[in-house]
T-cell receptor, first 115, second 114 residues
């Protein structure tokens, strides 16, 4: 199993550009999520999904869109990049247990810089 | 709003010292609690978790954590740290009215001096 894969590993954008961060998992997990990691702020949830066709907003959804057309894929779209979106982005997946997300399996991260 | 607090942002210890990292959360009701670790250059991975049952949970690499409901805490402990424990540690909580949202604390960066 590859686990959770993310592409690209690094990306530099100019303000106003759009792009999509890709995330895929091969563990048949229902739950997938996107986090951003900023120094001293831990991981903040951007969007999450509990299954194909179902997405919801996390703590910091503004400026980002997601879709979940298949169980495996959960891309994150930056609509118009801003310097405040410079961060490291992690995708994670898990099964659902006790009515919520169980152990998260994280991807390797995408380091995004917006100039 | 729900929140998770890790009060120690940076901890420096010598090898063989004991470790306790604090984690407090702000909401009541049923909670699921996690500790994750991020070693330098590696993915975040699970150290341990609590869903129900014995509030003293043992995880990998000699780590344990105790859920104290009355204190809204889930502190991470290790009796004797090693240089290889140098990493960033994150507490995460799902519970209350959070639905399927998992909230992470700000992280604690641990450095163990050989």
């Amino acid at each position: 199993n590859a686990g959770v894969t993310q592409t690209p590993k690094f990306q530099v954008l100019k303000t106003g550009q759009s792009m999509t961060l890709q995330c895929a998992q091969d563990m048949n997990h229902e739950y997938m999520s996107w986090y951003r990691q900023d120094p001293g702020m831990g991981l903040r949830l951007i969007h999450y999904s509990v299954g194909a066709g179902i997405t919801d907003q996390g703590e910091v959804p503004n400026g980002y869109n997601v879709s979940r057309s298949t169980t495996e894929d959960f891309p994150l779209r930056l609509l118009s990049a801003a310097p405040s979106q410079t961060s490291v982005y992690f995708c994670a997946s898990s099964s659902l247990a006790g009515g919520g997300p169980d152990t998260q399996y994280f991807g390797p991260g995408t380091r995004l810089t917006v100039l | 709003a729900q929140s998770v607090s890790q009060h120690n942002h940076h901890v420096i210890l010598s090898e063989a010292a004991s470790l306790e990292l604090g984690c407090n959360y702000s909401y009541g009701g049923t909670v699921n609690l996690f500790w994750y670790v991020q070693y330098p250059g590696q993915h975040l991975q699970l150290l341990l978790k609590y869903f129900s049952g014995d509030p003293l949970v043992k995880g990998i690499k000699g780590f344990e954590a105790e859920f104290i409901k009355s204190k809204f805490s889930f502190n991470l402990r290790k009796p004797s740290v090693q240089w290889s424990d140098t990493a960033e540690y994150f507490c995460a909580v799902r519970g209350g009215n959070a639905g399927n949202m998992l909230t992470f604390g700000g992280g604690t960066r641990l450095m163990v001096k050989p």
